[in-house]
């Protein structure tokens, strides 16, 4: 099959190259993937960074697995014996184990679940890793109609499905995002948008029940400002610095817990089938819906991570088409 590999890091390692399919293992189906989407996870990985990172992408060398990309929909072909809710023929989306800008992928049973009813492959491919991730944030802060939410990054892949599940869930959301990105957060939900390049969300009284940061470099304290007593920092904003990422604003946050009036939550997102099927069932409701900017073929797959690489300004997702 052809798929998107590298035995290094670095840009200049990444070509689509053909490699033996992959066979499913245990509890794993084998799926034909149609298409991929394209994450921040997928510039860690094939940059290397950060560079303390190294030994839990796969090595100091290279990336384990070799292949990149973790989000997929397709079709699947085959399954382990062990495998009783999928069958070959059944369309699914979800998190691929040893990557998915490739023709074929294997993924665990337990983290793909069936194409929602309303959606294409492309839309499908979207959501994994940035829906699943909003999902499990806005868990954790319990958050409640009528609490005030701020969601920084608002405009992409996690911080479009986080302004819709927030605003699904009846609380009032500020997204702060870039003027290109204004309109569409506010069609999601948004009472009200920040435009970052003119504005400062941490400036200002205390005013917010919650404060996710996915994207902008605010400090947590600065953030800390604008949130009332008791109130929750979502820290999610993984620093793009090459050398040590998000280590040092991760570092400070349980002292931050202890000593201000706010607490600070980081969640590591787990790759759940079972929290794909809430957002399935959050689409057929009609309170959430996949905005894909742009889709790349396989062969232009590395100019798709490139988007997503630094501090970047995607809207919504990108998704690596294979079919
Ligand atoms: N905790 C976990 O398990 C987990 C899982 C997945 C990802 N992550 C991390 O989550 C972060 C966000 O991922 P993502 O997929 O949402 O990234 P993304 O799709 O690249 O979105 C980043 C967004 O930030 C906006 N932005 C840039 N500067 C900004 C600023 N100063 N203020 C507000 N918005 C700004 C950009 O657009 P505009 O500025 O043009 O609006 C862009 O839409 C990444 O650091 C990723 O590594 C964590």
Not at 158 to 174: D, L, S
Not at 302 to 321: E, F, M, N, P, S
Request: hydrophobic share 45%; glycine share 12%.
């Amino acid at each position: 099959m052809r798929a998107l590999t590298q035995d290094r890091y670095g840009w200049d390692a990444l070509a689509v190259r053909d490699v033996p399919d992959p066979a499913p293992g245990k509890d794993q189906v084998l799926v034909e993937v149609h298409a991929a989407g394209v994450n921040p996870y997928d510039w860690h990985y094939a940059a290397g960074q950060p560079l303390v990172a190294r030994p839990m992408l796969g090595g100091l060398r290279g990336p384990t697995p070799s292949v990149r990309g973790a989000d997929l929909s397709g079709v699947v072909l085959k399954t382990d014996p062990g495998v009783t809710r999928f069958a070959p023929g059944d369309e699914v989306f979800g998190f691929g184990s040893g990557g998915t800008f490739a023709e074929l992928a294997v993924a665990d049973a337990g983290s793909i679940a069936r194409l929602p009813a309303d959606l294409g492959h492309v839309e499908a491919a979207a959501m994994p890793m940035a829906a699943v991730t909003a999902l499990q944030f806005l868990r954790a802060a319990e958050l409640r109609a009528g609490q005030r939410i701020a969601i920084t990054g608002a405009g992409g892949g996690i911080g479009h499905f986080a302004v819709q599940i927030a605003a699904a869930w009846g609380a009032e959301v500020t997204g702060v995002c870039g003027p290109r990105n204004a309109a569409m957060v506010r069609e999601l939900g948004a009472s009200e948008v920040v435009d970052h390049t003119t504005d400062d969300i941490t400036a200002g009284e205390p005013r917010f029940d919650v404060v996710f940061t996915n994207a902008g470099r605010y400090s947590l304290r600065a953030l800390g400002r604008v949130l009332v007593p008791g109130g929750l920092l979502l820290a999610n904003d993984g620093s793009r610095d090459g050398l040590l990422g998000p280590m040092p604003e991760l570092a400070v946050a349980p002292l931050l817990s202890r000593t201000r009036p706010y607490r600070v939550v980081n969640v590591e997102a787990t790759r759940s089938g079972e929290d794909l099927s809430v957002l399935d069932g959050m689409v057929a409701d009609g309170v959430l819906l996949p905005i894909v900017s742009a889709t790349y073929p396989l062969d232009r797959a590395v100019d798709a991570i490139r988007q997503v690489a630094g501090q970047g300004h995607a809207r919504g997702k990108l998704v690596v088409t294979l079919v």
